[in-house]
T-cell receptor, first 115, second 112 residues
């Protein structure tokens, strides 16, 4: 079965510093991979997704992620973090059902930004 | 396009009571999903509708849970005889195809 591991529960970075959030997945075939962001009490906003092609994908808000098949990873990066990036970040892998598609999420990483 | 709407945003109920949540998807989206998110965890899939047909249900969806999507428009999720373990954020999402999900802001349920 598909699974996603986000090894870091909390990460704290200084404003302006670079950020990397780790994500490892388990999936037999070529995965569909996603990063979502969730602000407190809010729903999920899609940052970026990987389906195929270029392994470095660009997303919204200056985020990017790199798919590495050999490492089963899809890490999220941002070169310079802003205070408004403080939120919880979820990595997810797409999983086909008999009908439709579902997302399997990791447990999330809470990002704190210090000024 | 006003996005996916969920109502209510917050619900506090006593254990044993029944609760019902509503989700209004994006109007042209024929696929609708319910997910549950407990504290410190990522969302977990509960059930999936394509138009009015409920095509997938997770084992997480016990007999106390029922979901409907009459006429393929809005959807309701009902929990009967609520338990403290039902306390969670219930998220609805809709899509037109594939993984093009749009999530609502969720309904936070607290069972006391």
């Amino acid at each position: 079965a598909q699974s996603v591991t986000q090894p870091d529960i909390h990460i704290t970075v200084s404003e302006g510093a670079s950020l990397e959030l780790r994500c490892n997945y388990s999936y037999g075939a070529t995965p569909y991979l996603f990063w979502y962001v969730q602000s407190p009490g809010q729903g999920l906003q899609l940052l970026l997704k990987y389906f195929s092609g270029d392994t470095l994908v660009q997303g919204i808000k200056g985020f990017e992620a790199e798919f590495k098949r050999s490492q089963s990873s899809f890490n999220l990066r941002k070169p310079s973090v802003h205070w408004s990036d403080a939120a919880e970040y979820f990595c997810a892998v797409g999983a086909s059902m008999e009908y439709g598609n579902k997302l399997v999420f990791g447990a999330g990483t809470i990002l704190r930004v210090k000024s | 396009d006003t996005g996916v709407s969920q109502d209510p945003r917050h619900k506090i109920t006593k254990r044993g009571q029944n609760v019902t949540f509503r989700c209004d998807p994006i109007s042209e989206h024929n696929r609708l999903y319910w997910y549950r998110q407990t504290l410190g965890q990522g969302p977990e899939f509960l059930t999936y509708f394509q138009n009015e047909a409920q095509l997938e249900k997770s084992r997480l969806l016990s007999d106390r849970f029922s979901a409907e999507r009459p006429k393929g428009s809005f959807s309701t999720l009902e929990i009967q005889r609520t338990e403290q373990g039902d306390s969670a954020m219930y998220l609805c999402a809709s899509s037109l195809r594939g993984y093009g999900y749009t999530f609502g802001s969720g309904t936070r349920l607290t069972v006391v």
